[in-house]
């Protein structure tokens, strides 16, 4: 645990002593600040230079936009939490070699964009006026809490024929939980904290489910889906990669690793092939790989 988050943990329980609502704002300001950005790692940065960059202006900020390739088929990539779009250079490459536009962007307070503070809503906007802008996507990508943002906004918004969540959550609910216990959350404390969370985002838990929850509301019929996580990721358990797997049986294929983590699927090569499979030919092409029973699994 960094020194950063150890003293926040400690105010918040200080606070709690006095009061939880405070103690639950205290929280919530720390939930919706992503921290210091990632910098362009040396092997990301060609990629990154290669990108066609842009900027559109959302809230008040500017939101770094990008593009390679100039396939007629559009892939989305959406980076996590705390990362950015040059993190998913190793899908970049791989998409555009495929013969497909590559489109993406630093959400507010990531990357090169603007802004300190960011929340799902943030992705959504940017991701429907880049889905009007390039008429579409055939495939969503996403990262961790891209991840999310994925799942929703192929069932809401921007359709695609194929989704790809890499070591990503089922709903908000699963950050929250996560958030809840890195920081020691009472009871009282966690209740009044996830109570305005759902009000910043001008949702109740009711509407955050129909929503968000892509396991209470799965994508459409006509979408198929591609989920990877590690065991033994510990920023974000495997738990609701089941669930989503689960959820959408017949269409989904699943991938489990051990030993990478959080953020080295992203360069796996299993989980490469996986990804560029569906998005190219769908869940018949990730059987066809040649990857373990194990690692590779269907739901029907």
Same mark, same amino acid.
């Given at each position: 645990?960094?020194?950063?988050?150890?003293?926040?943990? !400690?105010?918040?329980?200080?606070?709690?002593?006095?009061?939880?609502?405070?103690?639950?704002?205290?929280?919530?300001?720390?939930?919706? !600040?992503?921290?210091?950005?990632?910098?362009?790692?040396?092997?990301?940065?060609?990629?990154?230079?290669?990108?066609?960059?842009?900027?559109?202006?959302?809230?008040?900020?500017? @939101?770094?936009?990008?593009?390679?390739?100039?396939?007629?088929?559009?892939?989305?990539?959406?980076?996590?939490?705390?990362?950015?779009?040059?993190?998913?250079?190793?899908?970049?490459?791989?998409?555009?070699?495929?013969?497909?536009?590559?489109?993406?962007?630093?959400?507010?307070?990531?990357?090169?964009?603007?802004?300190?503070? %960011? +929340?799902?809503?943030?992705?959504?906007? @940017?991701?429907?006026?880049?889905?009007?802008?390039?008429?579409?996507? &055939?495939?969503?990508?996403?990262?961790?809490?891209?991840?999310?943002?994925?799942?929703?906004?192929?069932? $809401? +918004?921007?359709?695609?024929?194929?989704?790809?969540?890499?070591?990503?959550?089922?709903?908000?609910?699963?950050?929250?939980?996560?958030?809840?216990?890195?920081?020691?959350?009472?009871?009282?404390?966690?209740?009044?904290?996830?109570?305005?969370?759902?009000?910043? /985002?001008?949702?109740?838990?009711?509407?955050?489910?129909?929503?968000? +929850?892509?396991?209470? !509301?799965?994508?459409?019929?006509?979408?198929?889906? /591609? @989920?990877?996580?590690?065991?033994? $990721?510990?920023?974000?358990? &495997?738990?609701?990669? /089941?669930?989503?797997?689960?959820?959408?049986?017949?269409?989904?294929?699943?991938?489990?690793?051990?030993?990478?983590?959080?953020?080295?699927?992203?360069?796996?090569?299993?989980?490469?092939?996986?990804?560029?499979?569906?998005?190219?030919?769908?869940? $018949?092409?990730?059987?066809?790989?040649? %990857?373990?029973?194990?690692?590779?699994?269907? %739901?029907?």
């Amino acid at each position: 645990m960094s020194a950063s988050v150890t003293a926040l943990r !400690r105010s918040i329980r200080i606070s709690a002593a006095l009061s939880p609502t405070i103690a639950a704002r205290l929280a919530l300001s720390a939930f919706f !600040r992503p921290g210091p950005k990632m910098a362009v790692h040396e092997r990301d940065s060609a990629t990154d230079l290669a990108g066609h960059r842009e900027f559109l202006r959302l809230r008040g900020h500017d @939101v770094a936009t990008y593009r390679w390739g100039a396939g007629e088929r559009t892939v989305l990539l959406l980076h996590g939490w705390q990362g950015r779009a040059s993190q998913l250079a190793p899908l970049v490459r791989e998409l555009v070699a495929s013969g497909y536009r590559v489109v993406s962007f630093d959400a507010p307070a990531h990357g090169a964009s603007d802004g300190r503070r %960011a +929340d799902i809503t943030d992705w959504l906007d @940017v991701t429907s006026r880049l889905s009007h802008r390039y008429g579409g996507f &055939d495939a969503i990508v996403g990262h961790c809490f891209g991840g999310l943002a994925a799942l929703a906004a192929a069932r $809401d +918004d921007a359709e695609a024929r194929s989704v790809a969540v890499i070591a990503a959550a089922a709903s908000p609910a699963a950050f929250l939980h996560e958030f809840s216990a890195m920081f020691g959350l009472d009871d009282s404390t966690r209740t009044e904290f996830e109570r305005l969370f759902y009000a910043r /985002l001008g949702e109740t838990p009711a509407t955050a489910i129909a929503h968000y +929850d892509a396991v209470a !509301r799965p994508l459409p019929n006509t979408t198929e889906l /591609l @989920v990877a996580h590690d065991r033994e $990721d510990r920023r974000m358990p &495997d738990a609701d990669a /089941l669930r989503l797997h689960e959820a959408h049986r017949g269409r989904s294929r699943l991938i489990r690793t051990t030993g990478l983590g959080h953020t080295r699927l992203i360069s796996d090569d299993a989980v490469l092939d996986a990804v560029i499979a569906i998005v190219t030919g769908g869940v $018949d092409a990730v059987d066809a790989l040649d %990857a373990e029973p194990a690692q590779i699994g269907s %739901a029907r």
